[in-house]
């Protein structure tokens, strides 16, 4: 049977679900609602650490210590992986069903990963290549957290028995000391991550160790009859504190310390709550909790496959169909405790040995895991075998990766990555030097540029940062649009690169979904380039180039080249109204400056001057929501190389 709940700490679960649900639902209105996430791995590190130290401190030797761990693996295995498992089966299943094949494939990748809960490590890698930001959204996304509880369920055990092992006096305080120097090691490098990598931190299990150690740390010293209540009088304030800091916006880079604020009030809550929440007020946020993790495994798919099976998302339906979406949550998510969750955790396979319940579970995954990529496979060579029938290049099961080696992180500052640097192409002895400045748009002309350097023999520079417009660093305006961390640190140096380094031409171009087509970053944009005349540079600007229909899944333009076929060419373009959207104000207002060259494709991407094609000449032109193929790009050299001769730089 299961152990009587602590009200309390069910209505903090109610809590931490209810922020992440709504956070997924309403992005703009629940902004920090994911901080839910860090509420659940304190919660895991005060339940779980308080109930090892429990069962392990009274074991004695290493046979006892062995049985512990293995016995509670299996208690983790029996509540956690059923339940996961099925969620992940019928997701695909109904993936596979209603959304189209080159979708199912690109996110089927994230599916093996979630299966093998190190889904955070896979998002992870993902996080940290932004050309990856346009792939289509997964419905097994949430799993990365998953993926980090059971990465601690797997690991605290076992260092718990190992300290106890070789620890023979003053254990308490030995473990209580290994727990607080990780935790603290763990903050430390939370904290470099933020300043050197976020998207990646984000992710990784190694940032959020101190999360669970902030739980684990209180549960043992509770054991000692310490921190054990506060006044009741701190009761509301702590709640509401709590609560507020789920829904106040925050600065990105200082995401750690936000956490840290959430982390010590939840530390607080669990302290000053214990028999303070029975009254019958708290039911329905205790509920939430109840069903807590039902609904967390549940909820994201049901949004993510939504546009496929309503024909529009949930997060642009209306009022009363996200209120049926809920409903239709929080049902499911009943049932699926009720019907899978207990009867598996409480029922006749909780009887059998704790080994063999272990064994089961990793021969049921690694079953799956296997159908899985036999399946995939299949796929993907029907999926091919369909693609090269088609009179287009590349095929659509290899457009993601048809992307040029300026992508190479060598080459490159990343989107949240602090630097500069200038990588160096072409014929370095040549007395012509070209530079490629700006982010993952302007990199898109590297193709056609090492092309002409190769063939010309110029000395190529690039200087990028992707998601970073160019930017005066004094007047800087791109706070609060969506471009990356440290980019003004990243235009500060560039203007001094810039300053002392004399190109022969600088070409540049922005991306318009950075900006949003905004009057103020434009005018700083205008400021940069005027600076670099006044340095006595020669200056050649791009217009940002029109973008394919990626407004969801449904009406993506690889799933309209999927559907129509050759038929795409006529069938998938984008009005030319949408597809220039944000207007290019950066390159409107640079341009217009007195000795700067400008360089307008649209006439090439929009021949008609109406519509914009996703394939050109038996060529799709785009491989992602807005940067266009390395294939694309290769046909673009001779059109850069007539602008090069007529400039004199050739």
């Known amino acids: 049977m299961a152990t009587k709940q602590r009200t309390d700490l069910q209505v903090l679960r109610g809590l931490a679900v209810g922020s992440v649900v709504l956070y997924?639902?309403?992005?703009?209105?629940?902004?920090?609602?994911?901080?839910?996430?860090?509420?659940?791995?304190?919660?895991?590190?005060y339940l779980i650490t308080g109930l090892l130290w429990r069962d392990f401190s009274v074991a004695e030797g290493v046979k006892e210590l062995r049985e512990q761990v293995v016995r509670f693996w299996a208690?983790?295995?029996?509540?956690?992986i059923p339940a996961a498992l099925l969620v992940l089966v019928v997701t695909s299943l109904v993936a596979y069903a209603v959304g189209s094949t080159n979708w199912w494939l690109d996110i089927d990748s994230g599916w093996i990963w979630a299966v093998a809960y190190v889904a955070n490590w896979f998002l992870a890698i993902e996080a940290a290549d932004y050309l990856r930001a346009d792939?289509?959204?997964?419905?097994?996304?949430?799993?990365?957290?998953?993926?980090?509880?059971?990465?601690?369920?797997?690991?605290?055990?076992?260092?718990?028995a190992i300290v106890l092992l070789f620890v023979l006096k003053q254990r308490f305080r030995a473990v209580l000391l290994t727990l607080a120097g990780l935790s603290v090691g763990s903050l430390v490098y939370a904290l470099y991550m933020q300043g050197t990598d976020p998207a990646f931190g984000f992710y990784s299990s190694l940032t959020r160790v101190w999360e669970f150690g902030a739980g684990g740390l209180l549960a043992l010293v509770q054991t000692r009859g310490k921190l054990t209540s506060l006044p009741r009088w701190l009761l509301a304030p702590t709640w509401i504190a709590l609560v507020v800091v789920m829904l106040v916006p925050h600065d990105a880079k200082l995401l750690v310390f936000h956490n840290l604020v959430a982390i010590v009030l939840t530390v607080l809550a669990i302290i000053v709550s214990k028999n303070r929440l029975e009254n019958s007020a708290y039911r329905p946020v205790k509920l939430l909790g109840d069903y807590s993790y039902s609904i967390y495994l549940w909820h994201w798919p049901i949004l993510v496959l939504s546009p496929w099976i309503l024909g529009v998302s949930i997060l642009a339906a209306s009022i009363w169909t996200q209120a049926l979406a809920l409903a239709l949550i929080m049902a499911i998510a009943m049932l699926s405790k009720h019907l899978v969750e207990d009867p598996i955790r409480f029922g006749p396979f909780s009887k059998m040995?704790?080994?063999?319940?272990?064994?089961?579970?990793?021969?049921?995954?690694?079953?799956?895991?296997?159908?899985s990529s036999v399946f995939n496979s299949s796929v993907t060579a029907d999926a091919r075998e369909i693609s090269i029938s088609y009179n287009f290049t590349p095929a659509l099961t290899d457009l993601a990766d048809d992307k040029p080696i300026s992508e190479d992180a060598d080459f490159i500052i990343r989107r949240d990555e602090a630097g500069f640097k200038v990588a160096k192409f072409g014929d370095r002895e040549s007395d012509v030097r070209i530079a490629l400045v700006g982010d993952?748009?302007?990199?898109?002309?590297?193709?056609?540029?090492?092309?002409?350097?190769?063939?010309?023999?110029?000395?190529?520079?690039?200087?990028?940062?992707?998601a970073c417009s160019v930017q005066d660093p004094n007047n800087y305006q791109l706070d609060g649009f969506g471009g990356g961390l440290y980019c003004q640190e990243w235009n500060s140096e560039l203007e001094?690169?810039?300053?002392?380094?004399?190109?022969?031409l600088l070409i540049n171009s922005n991306s318009t979904l950075v900006h949003d087509g905004e009057l103020a970053p434009a005018e700083s944009y205008a400021s940069a380039v005027a600076g670099w005349l006044e340095a006595g540079q020669k200056v050649l600007l791009i217009r940002d180039n029109a973008k394919p229909n990626v407004s969801d899944a449904i009406n993506d333009f690889r799933f309209c080249i999927e559907q129509f076929g050759d038929l795409a060419v006529t069938e998938c373009s984008t009005p030319i109204a949408e597809a220039l959207l944000p207007n290019d104000t950066m390159f409107d207002l640079g341009s217009a400056l007195p000795g700067v060259e400008g360089l307008d494709?649209?006439?090439?991407?929009?021949?008609?001057?109406v519509s914009c094609p996703v394939i050109i000449d038996d060529v799709i032109v785009y491989?992602?929501?807005?940067?266009?193929?390395?294939?694309?790009?290769?046909?673009?050299?001779?059109?850069?190389?007539?602008?090069?001769r007529q400039l004199g730089v050739l």
């Open 623 to 644: 491989r992602d929501g807005s940067h266009m193929s390395l294939t694309f790009l290769e046909t673009l050299a001779g059109t850069i190389e007539t602008k090069l």
């Open 440 to 466: 993952s748009h302007a990199r898109q002309y590297f193709v056609p540029l090492s092309e002409l350097a190769e063939t010309h023999g110029f000395a190529l520079d690039m200087i990028s940062k992707s």
């Open 75 to 80: 208690r983790r295995a029996r509540r956690l």
């Open 496 to 504: 001094s690169y810039l300053a002392s380094n004399i190109y022969d």
């Open 353 to 371: 040995k704790s080994g063999l319940q272990i064994g089961i579970t990793v021969l049921v995954s690694a079953s799956l895991i296997a159908a």
């Open 601 to 609: 494709l649209t006439s090439l991407l929009c021949a008609d001057q």
């Open 135 to 160: 792939a289509p959204v997964s419905p097994y996304q949430h799993y990365w957290s998953l993926s980090v509880e059971e990465q601690f369920y797997i690991v605290l055990p076992i260092l718990l």
């Open 24 to 45: 997924h639902l309403f992005p703009d209105q629940v902004p920090t609602g994911l901080l839910g996430v860090d509420v659940f791995f304190v919660l895991s590190g």
